[in-house]
């Protein structure tokens, strides 16, 4: 497991090493707006998982989740938590947990 210190240093990180899809949640799916990719929970795994808190405020605090799907695609979804967070992501990072 590799260590960062800071968000963007995760996302760099990650990129690096092959994870180039920028996931984001719609509704309960995973998609990539680049591209036509979308995938459900039962199509990839969570390899990795970074969570940052934020030093002064509360709303900069994310999980970064390092993402591979069975087809071989690799990528990243970052996930932002506490008062700032996105319910509908919650409940699927949640699902994914679960599986994972």
Not at 17 to 25: H, K, L, S
Not at 72 to 83: A, D, E, F, H, Q
Request: charged fraction near 30%; aromatic fraction near 8%.
């Amino acid at each position: 497991m590799y260590t960062y210190d800071t968000l963007s240093e995760a996302v760099n990180g990650l990129k690096q090493r092959g994870y180039t899809i920028d996931f984001n949640v719609v509704a309960d799916k995973l998609v990539c707006n680049d591209t036509p990719v979308s995938l459900s929970p039962e199509e990839f795994e969570i390899t990795e998982v970074y969570r940052f808190e934020g030093n002064t405020d509360p709303a900069d605090e994310a999980v970064v989740y390092a993402i591979e799907s069975r087809h071989r695609l690799k990528g990243i979804l970052v996930n932002s938590y506490g008062p700032g967070a996105d319910a509908v992501g919650d409940a699927l990072v949640k699902k994914l947990k679960e599986r994972h």
